[in-house]
């Protein structure tokens, strides 16, 4: 079993920075794939970033790319998500999740991931 736990989220003007963190507890997170989730009041969860356990492959979603880097530290068990040039549309619920897919077809999609944490909201004020 993998238990994760995000944090980092907060309130921040649009414009501002965040950097979200996943901790993992359980196991160690070196073989699995890591990646960010969202879900915005009225919305379905949607894709964010992931990062590939070998942390060679990273993907971000269009909405995001250029402003969110995704990023991870082995030794310390913990995944990172630095959010800059935030805006009101990035407020979301944002979750982590863990998996050991193979490749990166499916890196994309929620049902690719066994684990996830409880959220952390990031809510963004124009």
């Known amino acids: 079993q993998v238990q994760l736990v995000e944090s980092g989220g907060g309130l921040v003007q649009a414009g501002g920075s965040l950097r979200l963190s996943c901790a993992a507890s359980?196991?160690?997170?070196?073989?699995?794939?890591m990646a960010w989730f969202r879900q915005a009041p009225g919305k379905e969860r949607e894709f964010v970033s992931v990062i590939q356990w070998s942390a060679f492959y990273t993907d971000y979603a269009d909405s995001v790319k250029g402003r969110f880097t995704i990023s991870r530290d082995n030794a310390k068990n913990t995944v990172y998500l630095q959010m800059n040039s935030l805006k009101p549309e990035d407020t979301a619920v944002y979750y982590c999740a863990a998996g050991r897919q193979n490749g990166i077809v499916g890196l994309r999609r929620g049902g690719t991931y066994n684990y996830w944490g409880q959220g952390t909201q990031v809510t963004v004020s124009s």
């Open positions: 359980g196991r160690t997170l070196s073989s699995y794939n």
